[in-house]
């Protein structure tokens, strides 16, 4: 695993709030009920919509890596070949000209 995916699943990772975290934001923001859940949503669908693009663009970025290193495979296969043929030729120089 790279370290771009070793800081995508750390920041994605649940974590529990702290103690007392929801009635310290209500007591901000001068609410005496629990926040409604029109407001979750309200704050859910944001939240939907940058997952969504975050997971679109780690996909795509999967992709170009992916792509990546098979250009990077067939170059030393490539090579590799050059290699073998450059012997196959030597050898049947050789046998010609015994």
């Known amino acids: 695993m790279n370290e771009f995916e070793q800081e995508l699943r750390s920041a994605l990772r649940r974590r529990e709030p702290p103690a007392g975290f929801a009635s310290r934001i209500v007591a901000r923001t001068g609410s005496k009920a629990a926040p409604s859940r029109r407001g979750w949503l309200a704050a859910a669908a944001p939240a939907c919509v940058l997952l969504t693009v975050g997971g679109v663009e780690y996909r795509r970025y999967e992709g170009r890596e992916a792509s990546r290193q098979l ?18 030729y030597e050898l049947n120089r050789k046998t010609i000209h015994e």
């Open 71 to 88: 250009l990077v495979a067939l170059e030393i296969a490539g090579s590799k070949l050059n290699i073998a043929q450059e012997k196959i």
